[in-house]
């Protein structure tokens, strides 16, 4: 069973910086797209950022474009989300995900029906 674990989250004032970091526990993962994913209490759960390795391409929801970025470390198996400029509407529970197998399309997945695995979710708040 392909664990997700996340850590970096916390608090941080408006305009501050946090990484998120997503470690998968196993190095022969078959997935070569990950994404970020956020969620606020009441409200589904929104798309972040995705990244396929393979194409080296990535994608963000317009709302973090220009903030975030999104990358991976091969080596370490690990995803991360550098969140940069941050705003009081992206305090958040955060999770990282994986689709399972290879991504064929050029256009990155950003539903979460799309991806097979997930973390257990952290709390990222940003105070004004």
């Known amino acids: 069973q392909v664990q997700l674990v996340e850590s970096g989250g916390g608090l941080v004032q408006a305009g501050g910086s946090l990484r998120l970091s997503c470690a998968a526990s196993?190095?022969?993962?078959?997935?070569?797209?990950m994404g970020w994913f956020r969620q606020v209490p009441g409200k589904e759960r929104e798309f972040v950022a995705a990244?396929?390795?393979?194409?080296?391409?990535?994608s963000y929801a317009g709302s973090v474009k220009g903030r975030f970025t999104i990358s991976r470390d091969n080596a370490k198996n690990t995803v991360y989300l550098q969140m940069n400029s941050l705003k009081s509407e992206d305090t958040a529970v955060y999770y990282c995900?994986?689709?399972?197998?290879?991504?064929?399309?050029?256009?990155?997945?950003?539903?979460?029906?799309?991806?097979?695995?997930w973390g257990q979710g952290n709390q990222v708040t940003v105070s004004s």
């Open positions: 196993e190095r022969t993962f078959s997935t070569d797209t």
């Open positions: 995900a994986a689709k399972g197998g290879f991504h064929t399309s050029v256009i990155l997945p950003t539903r979460v029906d799309e991806y097979d695995y």
């Open positions: 990244i396929n390795w393979r194409s080296r391409s990535t």
